[in-house]
Nanobody, 127 residues
Framework: QVKLVESGGGSVQDGGSLTLSCAVS????????LAWFRQTPGKEREAVATINVDTSRTYLPDSVKDRFTISLDNDKKTMLLQMSSLKREDSAMYYC????????????????????WGQGTQVTVSS
């Protein structure tokens, strides 16, 4: 079983920075993909960063890869999303998500693969 708890959301001005944190409680005997998604009303959840806990390989879409960084702390119990040069269009509810796998996989951004979700944390960017 996996439990995910996000924190760190808030309001920031255009061009500012914010770091989101996701506390991860998981079995140490499984491999996992972790990810950050965001969603605004009326739109589908969009992956903004993924990380493979076993290989540390990351994926970020072009829309954020020069501004966002995903990382894990040394004990792999906290996932961070460091966001800089924030824009109004980055405003959304941000969720951390996870799924377990048993062989090898690419941790892509398809939301349907992730079966564990946190409650979300709101990020608002204003001018």
């Amino acid at each position: 079983q996996v439990k995910l708890v996000e924190s760190g959301g808030g309001s920031v001005q255009d061009g500012g920075s914010l770091t989101l944190s996701c506390a991860v409680s998981r079995s140490s005997y499984s491999k996992y993909c972790l990810a950050w998604f965001r969603q605004t009303p009326g739109k589908e959840r969009e992956a903004v960063a993924t990380i493979n806990v076993d290989t540390s390989r990351t994926y970020l879409p072009d829309s954020v890869k020069d501004r966002f960084t995903i990382s894990l702390d040394n004990d792999k119990k906290t996932m961070l999303l460091q966001m800089s040069s924030l824009k109004r269009e980055d405003s959304a509810m941000y969720y951390c998500a996870a799924f377990a796998y048993y062989d090898s996989t690419d941790c892509d951004g398809r939301a349907g693969r992730y079966n564990h979700w946190g409650q979300g944390t709101q990020v608002t960017v204003s001018s």
